[in-house]
């Protein structure tokens, strides 16, 4: 029986609609866009027969010109794909057809179902949604075409302002985006095919839209998340209640069911993508779950055939253990993502008016993070150290030149303008991970995935160096065996890109060893090591007396003070290697207060810390916010940050002040000095700017009040350990701590050794494939009173963690595998993102948390 695979899966579903994708121009979103690039199925897409792949939120009049097709006829197919709600894309899918008005023919295909879109609180559609979107979208579309009926196809000023105001028209009002979109570019039309004036404009559009739901993004066969620019993964999966925590990640659980009325969009479209994800895999499922939200939404799955293959889903809260995804961990992928600069977000999520204006206590969606990360290649693409220009920026240069070789038109200027500006940038080239187009056979971040750091930069060394003797190319150093350090990766990666065909042959592995660079970089490192190091000691003091842990975690605070302080009165503002920040130091006060909770689940019940331990910690927090010169965005000093920053600038001006006053002191005055202190004094107080709107005492008083909140929080969260099923789940799962100092393997290791030795389990729950269709409840609690079987005995196991995954539950969960007496198990781990400590600090601390 073939073995599992969620790539060739989502491959093989591309592949079902080529008929549509041949003579096509393909519009991809940024969720769709995203998760295809993990899948390496760009080219997959020009093997089917399409035009051109294009995006779709960045539309351009250029992309009905350029495709790989030599065919001159105008394009008259255009197929869009989108991981999101239709509502929140008519907006670009209007632009794309406006733009195009050749097409005759537009399949939309969505990862969103018909009936997510109708259940959504947030969509207009109704219980047909895709047949009403059909017919509104051709009603739309017909409406533009009546206005620029009568009108010349030309450029200018006017023509494009016309067009611009037409797109916000229709649907603008339904959707949940910004209220204003970015007009794109009306190139000049020189070159570009006309329309046939013999078409018939008013030819009627044909719409068809269909479900797609594998939309997803595959670090390896068995990892995967979901798109971060996707509708499942930025609904909310919790409103502000009183065991809510972040708008981004499930309730605290409590042991309680949860109830249809109380079901979020987030669980409701994450629970209607694994049914569907199973359904494509042709999976019949026995559910488990552990925690408050359980997927109720795949009940029908069970009515279809009998042939399917049986397997395990394990679904888990993340909020079960927030202790693992907030520490750094040892795992070089999640270095290379926190490191990393990310894509910026096509889209920025804001409320328009009146949405969701029926509902209360509704959060926004969640920002998440775009996966796409920017991997500075251009420390290792360069010929030489020299300074001579890098031949492919020549190239870019030169092809544009060729563009538009006999039109001398202001947008040619414009593109050679363009390309000179980018020719002085040093960050021109950037490259990313791809999970599945195999460089000579090696999937490089599949590889990696589950690698420790030293064994993951071990790793690219071994792929570096068999590259170069398959390219016979020699090294003019030595290299060691053993660890590899940066300058052996810098000089390796370098030597392999060299000439240009050894770059186009081998840039996978060269676009990972410039990540492993970036991750290994002294700062990076440095700040990396700093946390680690601090999280350590956390950990040994918790071990050892909760007035210990206290302590430490004040010395934090109190060292982020110390250095806030210091960075005052430094003329550069740059960071010092490894300093721990003010949000840095308030992350470790949360995993200070988890691991209290853990350690300590009997102390007081207004927190496991006494008073004055407390109140420690408190003025420490106050200090470090009124001491640090850059002002953080965090959730509890949301609006304080003008009076913050106008304090910070008059305690600069006062010291100014009180160390001229002492050089007053200290020398004899002559003019020349009487002028220069005159004119330093009149420049501290520009620096000082406005005067505080706070007084000193009245802002430390409100800061004071901020910090209180902060800690009624953190007692919410150290308190999740005093419930009775989380208790007894972590007795139950408790192992022996390793030799050295480092915490216990996190929760999801714990689980699945417990689960493949098949001990019991406190807390889960099985749920039986005869309960009948309760479709629309998304997630809901029901159990019943039937023999419960093992987890184990499925040979496919999909554990979904609803809230994200991170790499080192990835290799936790992967040694627990291959340690148990069931290595022949298939098992997949899903999530609902990726999650870094930068990440979780956002949930937890920042807009989307509910301090």
Not at 782 to 794: I, V, W
């Amino acid at each position: 029986m073939a073995s599992v695979d969620v790539i060739k899966c989502c491959l093989d579903s591309i592949r079902q609609i080529s008929d549509n994708i041949k003579d096509a121009i393909v519009f991809l979103d940024a969720g769709s866009a995203e998760s295809y690039q993990f899948l390496g199925a760009f080219p997959l897409f020009f093997e089917l027969g399409a035009v051109s792949v294009c995006s779709l939120e960045n539309v351009s009049s250029l992309d009905k010109a350029v495709g790989w097709s030599t065919n001159s006829d105008p394009v008259k197919k255009v197929v869009v794909i989108t991981s999101r709600l239709l509502s929140d894309v008519h907006r670009y899918i209007k632009r794309c057809l406006s733009t195009l008005q050749n097409a005759r023919k537009c399949t939309i295909y969505t990862s969103i179902s018909e009936v997510s879109h109708s259940a959504y609180p947030d969509s207009p559609l109704g219980p047909d949604a895709f047949h009403e979107y059909e017919s509104l979208l051709v009603q739309d579309y017909e409406e533009v075409v009546k206005k620029h009926e009568t009108e010349s196809y030309v450029t200018g000023k006017h023509n494009h302002k016309e067009s611009t105001a037409s797109q916000d028209e229709g649907w603008s009002q339904l959707t949940s985006l910004e209220s204003d979109t970015t007009g794109f570019h009306d190139i000049s039309s020189t070159n570009i095919p006309q329309q046939d004036s013999s078409d018939d404009v008013s030819e009627k559009l044909i719409v068809s839209v269909h479900h797609f739901p594998l939309i997803l993004c595959a670090f390896s066969p068995r990892v995967f998340v979901l798109p971060s620019e996707g509708s499942v993964a930025e609904s909310f999966l919790s409103s502000e209640h009183e065991n809510s925590v972040s708008s981004g990640l499930p309730p605290l659980s409590t042991g309680k069911p949860s109830y249809a009325e109380d079901v979020s969009p987030g669980a409701t479209l994450t629970a209607q993508f694994i049914y569907h994800l199973a359904l494509k895999m042709d999976l019949k499922l026995e559910i488990f779950s552990l925690g408050d939200l359980l997927l109720t939404d795949m009940s029908s799955l069970y009515d279809v055939g009998r042939r399917k293959r049986s397997a395990g889903l394990l679904l888990i809260d993340r909020t079960l253990d927030l202790l693992t995804p907030c520490c750094h961990g040892d795992s070089l992928v999640d270095r290379m993502f926190s490191s990393l600069p990310r894509r910026e977000r096509k889209t920025s999520l804001t409320r328009t008016k009146g949405s969701l204006s029926h509902l209360q206590n509704v959060p926004v969606k969640v920002e998440r993070a775009p996966l796409d990360v920017q991997i500075p290649l251009e420390k290792i693409i360069n010929e030489n150290e020299s300074n001579s220009k890098f031949q492919l920026l020549e190239s870019i240069e030169a092809f544009l030149h060729g563009w538009n070789i006999g039109d001398s038109d202001a947008q040619t200027v414009d593109l050679m303008k363009l390309s000179r500006k980018l020719n002085d940038k040093s960050d021109l080239l950037h490259g990313s991970f791809i999970s599945t187009e195999n460089f000579r056979g090696a999937p490089y971040l599949e590889a990696i995935l589950d690698r420790r750091t030293k064994d993951g930069a071990m790793l690219i060394k071994k792929w570096l160096q068999e590259s170069l003797r398959r390219e016979n190319i020699s090294l003019d150093m030595r290299i060691r065996s053993g660890f590899a350090t940066k300058s052996e990766l810098q000089a390796l990666a370098k030597a392999l890109a060299k000439r240009q065909s050894c770059l186009v042959k081998n840039k996978g592995i060269i676009q990972i060893a410039a990540a492993a660079l970036n991750a290994l970089d002294v700062v990076n490192s440095a700040y990396w090591d700093a946390f680690n190091s601090a999280e350590k000691i956390l950990h040994v003091n918790a071990a050892d007396t909760i007035q210990s842990l206290a302590a430490q975690i004040s010395d934090l605070i109190n060292k982020t003070a110390l250095d806030g302080s210091q960075l005052q009165n430094r003329d550069n503002m740059e960071k010092p290697k490894g300093l721990i920040t003010l949000p840095d130091a308030l992350l470790l006060t949360v995993i200070g207060y988890l691991l209290a909770g853990e350690n300590f689940p009997t102390s007081g019940s207004d927190g496991p810390f006494s008073w004055q331990e407390e109140h420690f910690m408190k003025e420490a927090i106050v200090d470090a916010i009124l001491e640090n010169p850059v002002i953080p965005k965090l959730k509890f000093l949301q609006g304080l940050s003008k009076e913050l920053e106008a304090n910070l600038n008059k305690t600069k001006f006062d010291e100014k002040k009180e160390r001229s006053s002492t050089q007053l002191d200290s020398v004899d005055f002559d003019d020349d000095q009487w002028d220069s202190w005159g004119e330093d004094d009149n420049d501290a107080e520009k620096d000082a700017g406005t005067e505080p709107a706070y007084g000193d005492m009245q802002l430390k008083l409100e800061i004071r009040d901020r910090v209180d909140n902060l800690f009624k929080f953190l007692h919410k969260l150290s308190s999740m350990w005093t419930n009775s099923p989380l208790k007894e789940l972590m007795l139950a799962l408790q192992s022996k701590r390793n030799d050295d100092t480092h915490p216990a393997k996190g929760l999801l290791r714990k689980i699945v050794t417990s689960a493949l030795e098949k001990n019991e389990i406190p807390g889960l729950e099985y749920h039986s494939s005869t309960v009948g269709r309760l479709f629309k409840s998304g997630f809901g609690r029901f159990g019943l009173g039937q023999a419960k079987p093992s987890l184990a005995e499925q040979n496919v196991i999909l554990i979904f963690v609803i809230g994200g995954i991170n790499a080192v539950e990835v290799r936790e969960v992967q040694e627990a595998l291959t340690e148990s007496s069931r290595p022949d198990i298939e098992l997949v781990l899903g999530g609902t993102t990726f999650l870094t400590p930068n990440n979780m600090c956002e949930l937890l601390l920042g807009d989307y948390s509910y301090i």
